[in-house]
């Protein structure tokens, strides 16, 4: 578990501005590309605003920032607790002499995390979910249908959000599930071949994400945010290494780098807008690499290697490398996949005195 903190509980917190792209404002609802939040929004807008508010028609827009509170403690804030379960099985059959193969489940629950939340945030998740989230609607003020007396500028017009304060809130929980799995086997090529031609290594680590999930609306904990297989947490990743060598000194080594294909965008979007751009388009589609290297030890305390990564100048698809370029919420995750192409090196490691022994 997590307590929080002082600055947590008790920051007075300073003066910040902010944007807003307001959730109510009849041609946001109108963009909105997935149907059930678009719908969500619709409902929870009527009943937050109540009378005089249409959302087919009524105009919420800021031609600046809004003036708010960031950083902003809450005494209201409770521990974090987590839950996790581990579990590892080890496999060493003896009909298969030098193979080993390791598999760990884990399954992690974070509940109340604590989370700086930001004013969009919030206004937001006020009313996106299947229910009118109060407490994302406590962090900022609304006008009503008629502005208070003395009001000017935007914050003047009818349903404006005139103030907000942001700072940390029991704002999610985290659930994360999957398999880390890790097999090796080795080869003496004297065993089947009758002849000492050197050793063969093979090894497989990766992981298999079942499910991970961010719960962000504390008013209904059943609204989840799927994150696995999304940019950044592939369904599968996996790195394959066969090493060759055919004396001790002298060693040749090929890694593979795979990942499955990861979601830009959900398939909803083509129910709404069937022509918003192409099937394929909406994941990043799967993607390897492969890094070839040579190691020598010239002698005791001293080898050299050299190699090639990226060997065959993979790259990930032309759309992928546009939201990489264009930033976004996906584009922070998109350097899972090797941007820089082919490159090679070369290096040496020298050891001497006690480090040699």
């Not at 404002?25 to 149907?35: F, K």
């Not at 950083?71 to 590892?88: I, K, M, N, P, V």
């Not at 090639?308 to 996949?337: K, L, M, R, S, Y």
């Not at 290096?347 to 040699?356: I, P, Q, S, V, W």
Request: hydrophobic letters at 35%; aromatic letters at 12%.
């Amino acid at each position: 578990m997590r307590i929080p903190t002082l600055s947590n509980l008790f920051n007075r917190g300073f003066q910040t501005f902010a944007f807003i792209t307001d959730p109510c404002d009849a041609s946001v609802i109108r963009n909105t590309t997935d149907p059930v939040i678009r719908a969500n929004r619709r409902a929870n807008c009527v009943t937050l605003l109540g009378a005089g508010y249409d959302p087919d028609s009524t105009a919420i827009t800021y031609t600046q920032t809004v003036e708010g509170r960031g950083g902003a403690g809450s005494s209201l804030l409770t521990a974090e607790d987590s839950r996790s379960y581990t579990f590892s099985v080890s496999f060493t059959p003896r009909f298969i002499p030098r193979f080993s193969l390791v598999l760990d489940y884990y399954n992690i629950n974070v509940n109340n995390a604590i989370e700086t939340v930001f004013a969009n945030t919030n206004v937001s998740n006020c009313v996106s979910g299947a229910v009118i989230n109060t407490v994302a609607c406590s962090t900022f003020v609304r006008n009503g249908l008629v502005p208070p007396s003395g009001s000017t500028g935007q914050v003047n017009q009818p349903f404006a959000v005139t103030s907000f304060a942001q700072g940390p809130q029991n704002f999610a929980a985290r659930t994360a599930q999957g398999m880390d799995f890790n097999a090796r086997y080795a080869i003496d090529t004297a065993d089947f071949l009758g002849r000492d031609l050197g050793r063969i290594d093979y090894s497989l680590r990766g992981t298999y994400n079942i499910r991970q999930e961010f719960f962000e609306n504390i008013a209904d904990p059943s609204d989840a945010t799927e994150n696995d297989a999304t940019p950044g947490q592939p369904r599968v990743r996996f790195l394959s290494t066969v090493t060759y060598s055919p004396i001790d000194r002298f060693s040749l080594t090929w890694d593979w780098d795979y990942q499955t294909s990861q979601e830009l965008f959900d398939s909803d979007l083509l129910v709404q807008d069937p022509d918003n751009r192409r099937a394929e388009l909406l994941e990043t589609g799967s993607f390897s690499s492969h890094d070839f290297a040579a190691r020598y030890e010239v002698r005791d305390g001293l080898s050299i290697r050299a190699g090639v990564n990226n060997a065959f100048d993979a790259e990930p698809a032309a759309h992928v490398q546009q939201i990489t370029a264009g930033g976004g919420a996906n584009a922070a995750n998109i350097d899972v996949f090797d941007l820089f192409g082919r490159r090679f090196f070369v290096g040496a490691n020298l050891k001497f005195g006690a480090a040699r022994d």
